[in-house]
């Protein structure tokens, strides 16, 4: 098929989700860039929606996918063989999360990892009831989806599940509804598609505190801010905190499918019996996956991306204040996870536009319509910095207009 026809059955057959997708016909990808069928390039900084940290197509993670390939693609449903690469992962994973979070339960997706977490806090716990944060996004699964924080993606789904309270983010004096009634508080550390939130150095170790008083299990969602994204490995760790259940997912694979839930082995163990098989996945860990994920996750630490988004998302955070005063009020970040706070939809879409016509990947998050994310792969250089920056500076002058 020629791009033109792509596009048209891509427009009629693929189920559209948006009434303006971006509509690039890729051709290619690799590192910051992305190639269209006709040979533009694109710096991408969304990093496939946060996937990309270490480089769309990394030489090492297209390796390690291949050799897996050759070995041996599904062999059976999850957690009945022993799959070097899902241990392998799970072990290394249980080295780098933080202290005491050392049993990994794999599936495909954030969402579903979401879901396992509500899950096994329920059963470990016995309770039911789950509190979440106003402006939150955990996936769109009914579970997830339930613990969202934005109404306006509930209701046309509705009825959700009961029992779910919705709090204030980043507010510690609400923190007082949480009490033995509560299963778990599943929380991003900084909130990504309510756009790039980041609560007060108080917040979250309150939060640790309030769920330790109560019995309630913490569920740290880290799907868009782990695997270095904001300057830590893992963003709660900014805040020294360690949560019961961390949600990981996105970068995790590396570009291959894949979440995962981590937790301690008392409470990962309550998935184990009464009954045995209660929660389970065919697909959930794919070798493939995790090949591409072990793989991601040695280059992560072996190019020291982490320090590296610190460094550089400290630096452009820098280049882009000067941008502030007209239509673009504020701009914050932690590591390569930024946002350009506008004032109103009509600039920021204007402002999106004509760096989408220069050549930038980005976009205003999925909640906040005014609030441009950039979290570009973390192997972005200091001159696509200063490219992107300058692309944007002139974008601000025209987004005026
Ligand atoms: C914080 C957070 N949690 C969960 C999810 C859901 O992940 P997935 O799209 O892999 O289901 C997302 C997706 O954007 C997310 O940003």
């Given at each position: 098929m020629i791009p033109d026809d792509l596009t048209a059955a891509f427009l009629r057959h693929v189920c559209q989700t948006s009434p303006q997708p971006l509509g690039i016909v890729v051709a290619r990808a690799a590192g910051t860039k992305i190639w269209d069928t006709a040979g533009r390039e694109y710096l991408d900084l969304l990093a496939g929606m946060g996937v990309a940290n270490v480089g769309h197509a990394h030489p090492a993670v297209v390796r390690a996918i291949a050799a897996q390939i050759d070995a041996y693609l599904h062999v059976a449903v999850y957690g009945e063989m022993v799959q070097r690469p899902q241990v392998e992962l799970a072990r290394r994973l249980s080295d780098v999360t933080p202290k005491g979070l050392s049993v990994v339960y794999f599936t495909n997706s954030g969402t579903e990892a979401v879901e396992g977490a509500l899950k096994t806090a329920r059963k470990f716990t016995g309770r039911s009831g789950l509190v979440a944060f106003a402006g939150a996004f955990h996936g769109d699964t009914y579970g997830a989806l339930s613990v969202g924080g934005n109404r306006l993606y509930q209701e046309p789904f509705a009825p959700l599940l009961p029992g779910v309270r919705l709090l204030p983010f980043d507010d510690p004096s609400a923190l007082t509804?949480?009490?033995?009634?509560?299963?778990?508080?599943?929380?991003?550390?900084?909130?990504?598609?309510?756009?790039?939130?980041?609560?007060?150095?108080?917040?979250?170790?309150?939060?640790?505190?309030?769920?330790?008083?109560?019995?309630?299990?913490?569920?740290?969602?880290?799907?868009?801010?782990?695997f270095g994204r904001t300057g830590a490995l893992f963003a709660c760790t900014h805040w020294q905190v360690v949560p019961d259940i961390l949600v990981l997912a996105k970068a995790l694979g590396g570009g291959m499918p894949l979440g995962a839930f981590v937790g301690r082995p008392e409470i990962m163990a309550t998935l184990s019996r009464?009954?045995?098989?209660?929660?389970?996945?065919?697909?959930?860990?794919?070798?493939?996956?995790?090949?591409?994920?072990?793989?991601?996750?040695?280059?992560?630490?072996?190019?020291?991306?982490?320090?590296?988004?610190?460094?550089?998302?400290?630096?452009?955070?820098?280049?882009?204040?000067?941008?502030?005063?007209?239509?673009?009020?504020?701009?914050?970040?932690?590591?390569?996870?930024?946002?350009?706070?506008?004032?109103?939809?009509?600039?920021?879409?204007?402002?999106?536009?004509?760096?989408?016509?220069?050549?930038?990947?980005?976009?205003?998050?999925l909640h906040r319509d005014t609030v441009v994310r950039l979290a570009p792969p973390l192997t972005i250089t200091p001159d696509e910095i200063a490219h992107a920056t300058t692309i944007m500076r002139e974008a601000l002058r025209s987004a005026k207009s």
């Open positions: 509804r949480i009490d033995e009634s509560v299963a778990a508080v599943i929380v991003e550390p900084i909130q990504g598609e309510g756009g790039v939130r980041i609560p007060a150095d108080g917040f979250l170790p309150a939060l640790r505190r309030r769920c330790s008083e109560v019995g309630a299990l913490l569920i740290a969602d880290e799907v868009i801010t782990g009464d009954p045995p098989l209660a929660h389970v996945t065919t697909f959930g860990g794919h070798p493939v996956s995790c090949a591409a994920g072990l793989a991601a996750l040695d280059v992560l630490l072996r190019e020291n991306l982490t320090e590296r988004a610190a460094r550089l998302g400290h630096e452009w955070l820098g280049q882009l204040q000067p941008l502030t005063g007209g239509p673009l009020r504020v701009v914050r970040g932690k590591g390569l996870l930024l946002a350009l706070d506008f004032e109103a939809p009509e600039a920021t879409r204007r402002f999106v536009a004509r760096c989408f016509d220069r050549g930038l990947i980005l976009n205003w998050t």
